[in-house]
């Protein structure tokens, strides 16, 4: 074996020439890299005795795209484009191998071979798109030649990897082999190219599938509209294939070259890459490290049928762990399993399971109406009603039923874990597990660290959270947490801009435009205004309250802060006016006409603060970790990176100086959090 660089090796293996890239983990296709392949592709062309050339990879995937890291730093090395450029033009067949992933520049570099073969679990594809790019080394003008511009729309603007046998069927893959035997596999194939004579199949030769129904790309853009809201990269991808499909190669790859630039140069793309990484830094904890032991979690234990409680249960059945469901009332458990299989029908009824797994879900589900039947769970997540009394009661009967080492959650919202922990004699088995709601769709779990919480138990809590598909964050106790702690600061604004002059439709328009899936009054009609209300206490004082009181609750009673036709259309209340009109008039408010920025800069800017607070008191880890949870709970537009990235990204400055005159005009809810004010002034940001 020849090592070429530190990355790659040159070997010949009778007449083929086996280039090996080993760059773990994934094969990234950073600047050492590509030298080591173009240095190896140097020394294999000019090796006389070989007859062809084989790429492939060591470790558990083939190259996993450009390395992101590098993106934004100054070049160095080869280009991805040279590299692949003297692939393509090489006059000895080139064959790629590929096994794990071929994804972004690695299928890129694997499209430039003349051949494909790949092991049947491989899976290939463009995942560019996810972070705010477009395949930049010829992805997407090479993908259309091959499958047709219908299928690289969807694969390129999705972004969604495809397994081996799918490109197999597209012409992605010439062939597929066996699992386990990749490298032997691949040189046959290899050699049977050279004895065969065949020719090199260069991708971007080809022309056949490239004709296209002229309203093909329109019609796309149409149909995604939706889905593409407020997203550069989509539009961007769609523009490059137009391109691959009316110019010629060259051109096209041009054109690709300007489109790429003008996203990877972009706030949009720095926003997604700050994200994937964010996604990933998540789930390192500083004081408990990697290989602190997990406790074994076979059996879960749920206290409460209600939709909390019935959708955290489903999260451990789809994982495929046994679930017992504890209620008071027989009613309400029938009512909550029934819930359950109902939700699992409706997924069947699309085609996304089949009838044997809903039985088979269904089979891992049991209801009990006695907490004792708790007895040998190893986890317990308590999802009933958010009173601390209630909740103490259940810690402390838990604490004499549950064996002795099994973890005793909360799914609490806002209260303090350790107060429910002091109701235990094990407060270091006690941790907060904060699902979203719909708890089996949403992809946010606050995992809250008490005071007394041991490390096996938060290392397994985080295990847990991966094993049933979600991201979990960990956060510390304060009210709230972090994600409703600083929905808080918003919810206060949106309710006094309301009464100084905007309507409650103009704060969700300049909410929604921003990007979020919509705005705090549309939410709030959505989950329900009469939520923590009660006619007994209510005093008029709020619109909400005086919504309430007059049955307007929501969408569910067909009006609320907006008025619902029959399919829950919303329209600007005429009603709600009057309400706030008046209410504003008897609090002697002199409604004043209020921008969209400062729409804008009132709701977030006192959420950013309350997240560099947060900071500051350690209640989480990292800027990065907040940004996730406002990503994965709250519908903040990836593509903006996180309420700490964005201060980042407008600059600390200039969100202090705001806060400054909104202190000075509106009051103390905006005094300048310290750690915002010293990392401005230090001209730093929170990432
Ligand atoms: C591109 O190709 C642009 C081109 O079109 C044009 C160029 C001109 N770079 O996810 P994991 C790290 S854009 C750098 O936990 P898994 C990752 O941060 C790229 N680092 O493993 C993590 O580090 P750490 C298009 C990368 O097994 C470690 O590797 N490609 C990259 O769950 C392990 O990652 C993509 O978007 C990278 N490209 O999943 C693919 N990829 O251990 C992105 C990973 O320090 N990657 N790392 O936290 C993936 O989707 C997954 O990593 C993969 C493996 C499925 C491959």
């Known amino acids: 074996m020849t090592a070429v660089n530190p990355v790659v090796d040159l070997v010949r293996d009778g007449e083929i020439a086996v280039i090996t890239l080993n760059s773990p983990p994934v094969n990234a296709l950073s600047s050492a890299l590509r030298s080591g392949i173009k240095l190896a592709m140097d020394q294999a062309l000019a090796d006389t005795d070989a007859k062809a050339i084989l790429l492939i990879c060591a470790g558990r995937t083939f190259v996993a795209g450009a390395d992101i890291s590098e ?68 992805g997407t003008q090479r993908l259309p030649r091959l499958v047709g511009a219908e299928k690289a729309l969807e694969m390129i603007t999705g972004g969604d990897p495809i397994p081996a046998k799918a490109a197999l069927a597209l012409g992605c893959v010439d062939v597929v082999v066996g699992e386990d035997s990749l490298r032997s596999d691949a040189l046959a194939f290899a050699r049977d190219v050279v004895a065969q004579n065949k020719p090199l199949k260069k991708v971007r030769d080809l022309s056949d599938k490239l004709k ?24 961007n991808c769609i523009k490059a294939i137009e391109a691959a499909v009316t110019l010629p190669f060259d051109q096209g790859m041009a054109r690709e070259r300007e ?48 939709t909390m409680g019935g959708g955290i249960a489903m999260n451990f059945v789809n994982a495929g762990l046994a679930v017992t469901i504890v209620e008071t009332k027989a009613e309400a458990l029938e009512r909550g399993l029934g819930v359950i299989r109902k939700n699992y029908e409706a997924t ?17 589900l049991s209801g009990s109406l006695d907490l004792s039947s708790l007895s040998d769970c190893d986890l317990v997540i308590e999802a009933v009603f958010e009173n601390m009394e209630i909740k103490k009661q259940v810690f402390g009967r838990l604490d004499n039923i549950v064996k002795p080492g099994a973890i005793l959650a909360s799914n609490t919202s806002y209260l303090d874990i350790d107060e429910i922990a002091a109701a235990t004699n094990r407060p270091e088995s006690v941790i907060g597990l904060h699902f979203f709601s719909p708890a089996n769709v949403m992809r946010l779990l606050e995992v809250v660290r008490g005071a007394k919480t041991a490390k096996p138990v938060v290392a397994t809590a985080m295990q847990i959270a991966k094993q049933i598909g979600k991201i979990g964050v960990l956060v510390g106790v304060c009210h709230g947490f972090v994600g409703n ?62 919504l309430c009181e007059m ?87 990836v593509y903006r990176g996180g309420p700490m990235f964005y201060a980042d990204s407008i600059g600390l400055g200039v969100v202090l100086a705001k806060l400054k005159e909104f202190e000075a005009k509106f009051g103390a809810d905006f005094k300048p959090a310290g750690l915002l004010e010293k990392l401005a002034v230090a001209s730093k940001g929170f990432n």
């Open 71 to 138: 993106f934004g730093k100054p070049p160095s090395g080869p280009s991805l484009h040279e590299v692949i450029d003297q692939i393509e033009a090489a006059p000895k067949p080139v064959i790629a191998a590929i096994h794990g992933t071929a994804l972004g520049g690695g299928l890129e570099l694997a499209l430039a071979c003349h051949y494909r073969v790949a092991v049947p679990s491989a899976k290939v594809g463009l995942p560019e798109v996810k972070l705010g790019l477009l395949p930049g080394a010829g």
């Open 212 to 235: 296209t129904a002229a309203d093909v790309f329109a019609n796309f853009r149409k149909a995604n509209a939706r889905r593409f809201r407020g997203f550069q990269a989509p539009e």
């Open 259 to 306: 489109l790429f630039m003008e996203l990877l140069q972009g706030n949009q793309s720095a926003s997604q890459r700050h994200v994937f990484f964010a996604e990933r830094q998540v789930w390192k904890i500083a004081d408990v490290p990697d290989d602190t032991p997990k406790l074994p979690v076979k059996k879960v234990g749920i206290i409460g049928a209600g």
């Open 348 to 364: 069947a009824k699309k085609g996304r399971l089949t009838m044997e797994a809903v039985e088979q879900r269904m089979g891992l």
């Open 485 to 546: 702690r600083m929905l808080a600061q918003r919810q206060r604004e949106a309710g006094k801009l309301i009464l100084e002059g905007a309507m409650p439709w103009d704060v969700d328009r300049v909410l929604y435009d921003f990007g979020m899936p919509m705005g705090p009054f549309a939410m709030s009609d959505l989950a329900g205004l009469d939520i923590g209300w009660s006619r007994e206490t209510s005093k008029s004082s709020t619109p909400r309250e005086m």
């Open 551 to 637: 049955d307007r609750r929501g969408q569910k009673t067909g009006a609320g802060f907006y008025d619902y036709d029959e399919n829950r259309n919303a329209k600007p209340s005429a009603i709600t006016e009057k309400i706030i009109l008046d209410l504003a008039a008897k609090q002697g408010i002199t409604r004043r006409s209020i921008s969209d920025q400062e729409i804008l800069e009132r709701c977030l800017y006192p959420m950013i603060n309350e997240g560099a607070k947060i900071l500051e008191e350690g209640k989480a880890q990292r800027a990065s970790d907040i940004d996730i949870v406002w990503i994965n709970g709250y519908g903040w537009p």
